[in-house]
Structures are given as C-alpha cells and as structure tokens.
T-cell receptor
Framework: GAGVSQSPSNKVTEKGKDVELRCDPI?????LYWYRQSLGQGLEFLIY????????KSGLPSDRFSAERTGGSVSTLTIQRTQQEDSAVYLC???????????FGPGTRLTVT | AQSVTQLDSHVSVSEGTPVLLRCNYS??????LFWYVQHPNKGLQLLLK??????LVKGINGFEAEFKKSETSFHLTKPSAHMSDAAEYFC????????????FGKGTRLSVIA
C-alpha cells in the first residue's frame, strides 16, 4: 500500500518568509510525528499527534513552529519568519495503535537563504 | 529521559567481513529499541525492533541485534557485509511506552570496501 508522503520534496525560501510543509500519513494510522534532521543536531523530535488528543509540542524549538492535523489525517507543519538555522530535512512518520513501528516519509529538504 | 549512544560515528569494513555497530541505551523503564537505516538520499527504513519479546532480534537483509539488559546494549551485527549495506544506521529508543516519539542516536556511517 501507499507509504507516508510529503510535499514538497525540496523548498528554498528567503529568510523571514513563512513556509508550510505537508504530510500524508499511511491510511488508518492514528499517530503522526514530525522530526527534523540537521547536520549539527542529528534527528530530533518536533511534535506528535495521537488520535484526537492534544498534540505533544514539547520538541518544537520556538514559537515560530506550529503544526496541525486536520480530520485525523493530513498534517501541515508551518514555520513562520524562517531563519537560516531552520534549514534541515523535515521528516514525517506515522504509526498505528500497535505494534508502534513508525514509518517515515521521504522528507522535505528546506533551505533558507 | 531516554537516550542512546552510538559508540562509533564511522565504521569501515571489507565486503564479506562481519559488521558490528555498537549502541548503548539509557532508559527508566523496559524500552522498545529499534535500528533504522538511511541510504543516501533515501528515507529511513526500519531494520529491526525489540519490544520485550526475544532478546535476539532478526531483521531485514541479514541484520540482527541482541538486547542485553545487563550491559544496556543493543548492538547491530551482520555476518557478511555487502556493498549495498553502505548507509547511515541509527539506533533508536522509544521515549516512553506505547505510541510515542522516538529518540535517535547520532548515527553510524557504514562504509563497505570492495
């Protein structure tokens, strides 16, 4: 079946602009995660949605970052007033109620110039 | 908080020789542990997982890992390296029980020499 998809695959933006990154999880997966992979920081958790519960935002690096998940499916990660340090690959993953394996999308490479 | 330490940032082996990628974890409860692989310009793929069943876990492509609670280790091995194994490998622990965020190690880059 279809895996996790993300769009766009690449995004170049100017410093100070807002960007939106999209994630389509595997159908039926209740949990959705956003991670960031950067050279200096490795792979780090950003935000997590589980069903209809309030999202776990504990990994968001600043209030410029936000995410929503509409209808328990598609998610959008928004970065406002982008900075150069936001340049990274943003990965989305989803998992079902069990056995908790997370399936990752191909990522969106964000470059802030 | 849970954490993982990958002891080598880079491992280089000759084709046909064994592979050992080392990982130690820290967890306040019985953890779920994973190894993921990332080939250049490709997404993360799950190699294998440990979730409190058998301590020796077999994964895809001939990889396996052994959970050793006494040593807090979860090393990844393969008897014979193939050129296609060259990639970045991540040891991962779940943040807490259930469907929860993952905590990644820094990664080990595996090079395979012909």
């Amino acid at each position: 079946g279809a895996g996790v998809s993300q769009s766009p695959s690449n995004k170049v933006t100017e410093k100070g602009k807002d960007v939106e990154l999209r994630c389509d999880p595997i159908s039926g997966h209740t949990a959705l995660y956003w991670y960031r992979q950067s050279l200096g920081q490795g792979l780090e958790f950003l935000i997590y949605f589980q069903g209809n519960s309030a999202p776990d935002k504990s990994g968001l690096p600043s209030d410029r970052f936000s995410a929503e998940r509409t209808g328990g499916s598609v998610s959008t990660l928004t970065i406002q007033r982008t900075q150069q340090e936001d340049s990274a690959v943003y990965l989305c993953a989803s998992s079902s109620a069990g056995p908790y394996e997370q399936y990752f999308g191909p990522g969106t490479r964000l470059t802030v110039t | 908080a849970q954490s993982v330490t990958q002891l080598d940032s880079h491992v280089s082996v000759s084709e046909g020789t064994p592979v050992l990628l080392r990982c130690n974890y820290s967890s306040s409860y019985s953890p779920s542990l994973f190894w993921y692989v990332q080939h250049p310009n490709k997404g993360l793929q799950l190699l294998l997982k440990y979730t409190s069943a058998a301590t020796l876990v077999k994964g895809i492509n001939g990889f396996e890992a052994e959970f050793k609670k006494s040593e807090t280790s979860f090393h990844l091995t393969k008897p014979s390296a193939h050129m296609s194994d060259a990639a970045e490998y991540f040891c991962v622990v779940s943040d807490r029980p259930g469907n929860t965020p993952l905590v990644f190690g820094k990664g080990t880059r595996l090079s395979v020499i012909a």
